[in-house]
């Protein structure tokens, strides 16, 4: 469902509105597109910013860490901020001051929940696991007491979320359209280099993942 309203006024873009988008369906796009965020959050009063592997599941956002580590031990105390961006192009203008970015990016307020049930956080890890490659957690030997235990998996609702960006191509001045150098969109693409098969590795089958090949036509033309 379309929402244009910002769930809450620290969510509320400012800067370019027209940008801003507050729907699920925007925000979960953006979420699952990527696989890292960056969390800020305090710790004595110091501000810190990690990036750290997310995955989405339902209506939440999840991450996981060390059982012991002083982040998690944080986010469950007090309130965070959490950011993703995807850079999707570069802008060439044909002036400096018009060079820009294509990209996606949603920001996250809130506080974290620990999963402690052990049935939910082994399942949220499948959902991890399987978010990057598809259907390998149940190839894979089982998950045993003392790894699920000293894991550790948070996770945070994105109802307080905003999402942003820009898809579109250069806007430069009408006395520069004339300006004799290449102007356009390069796109920006995360890619698959080639496996490399660790030697004392007994399966020999590549697992698929969530990622492609990139094709001559995500390379744009020159």
Wanted: charge should be negative.
């Amino acid at each position: 469902m379309t929402q244009s309203t910002a769930p809450s006024p620290r969510t509320r873009i400012r800067r370019k509105p027209e940008r801003a988008r507050y729907d699920v369906e925007a925000i979960n796009a953006i979420v699952d597109a990527a696989v890292i965020c960056t969390v800020a959050f305090q710790i004595d009063g110091a501000v810190h910013a990690i990036p750290t592997i997310h995955w989405r599941d339902g209506e939440h956002l999840y991450i996981h860490g060390a059982k012991a580590s002083r982040m998690l031990t944080a986010l469950t105390e007090g309130e965070a901020c959490l950011t993703i961006a995807l850079a999707d192009g570069l802008v060439v203008a044909r002036s400096a001051m018009h060079h820009s970015m294509n990209y996606r990016s949603v920001v996250v307020y809130g506080r974290f929940e620990l999963v402690t049930e052990p049935a939910e956080k082994e399942r949220s890890l499948k959902a991890l696991i399987d978010s990057l490659y598809p259907e390998r957690w149940d190839t894979l030997r089982p998950i045993n007491d003392k790894e699920l235990n000293a894991t550790g998996v948070l996770r945070i609702p994105l109802a307080e979320a905003s999402a942003k960006a820009r898809d579109f191509g250069v806007k430069d001045d009408d006395e520069d359209l004339d300006w004799p150098v290449w102007a356009g969109v390069i796109p920006l693409a995360t890619t698959l280099g080639t496996p490399r098969r660790e030697d004392d590795s007994v399966g020999r089958t590549v697992p698929a993942t969530r990622f492609r090949p990139q094709s001559d036509s995500d390379r744009g033309a020159a």
